[in-house]
């Protein structure tokens, strides 16, 4: 599978973007998805998850209550809508994708996803 992320840019602190992460090669489906992110200096954290039915997400504490992952599989696209926008979250946005037989399962560790997009960058404004 190849991943295709896009929608980052720059926006000022408080406002929004939703990145889009398109999958070729094989369908969405088949994969839990999850975002990371790489800020300038800093090593590559986890941001958000999303099992493969869809129904469990799970985010970084800072992100929770402003970050929010879906999954549109007849679109072949995972969504990462983000508000409120901090300038600490200026990076660096990866998507990528956890071959897992399990629909229920999410998880957060970088080794757990086989497959990474080229990443999209984001930077917020003070």
């Known amino acids: 599978v190849q991943l295709q992320a896009s929608g980052g840019g720059l926006v000022q602190a408080g406002g929004s973007l939703r990145l889009s992460c398109t999958t070729s090669?094989?369908?969405?489906?088949?994969?839990?998805m999850g975002w990371f992110r790489q800020a300038p200096g800093k090593e590559r954290e986890f941001v958000a998850a999303?099992?493969?039915?869809?129904?469990?997400?799970r985010y970084k504490e800072s992100v929770r209550d402003r970050f929010a992952i879906s999954r549109d599989n007849a679109k072949n696209t995972v969504y990462l809508l983000m508000n409120s926008l901090k300038p600490e979250d200026t990076a660096v946005y990866y998507c990528?994708?956890?071959?897992?037989?399990?629909?229920?399962?999410?998880?957060?560790?970088?080794?757990?996803?086989?497959?990474w997009g080229q990443g999209t960058l984001v930077t917020v404004s003070s």
């Open positions: 990528a994708a956890d071959f897992t037989p399990l629909l229920t399962v999410v998880r957060l560790n970088e080794s757990s996803y086989i497959t």
């Open positions: 090669g094989r369908t969405v489906r088949d994969y839990a």
């Open positions: 999303i099992s493969r039915s869809g129904g469990v997400t």
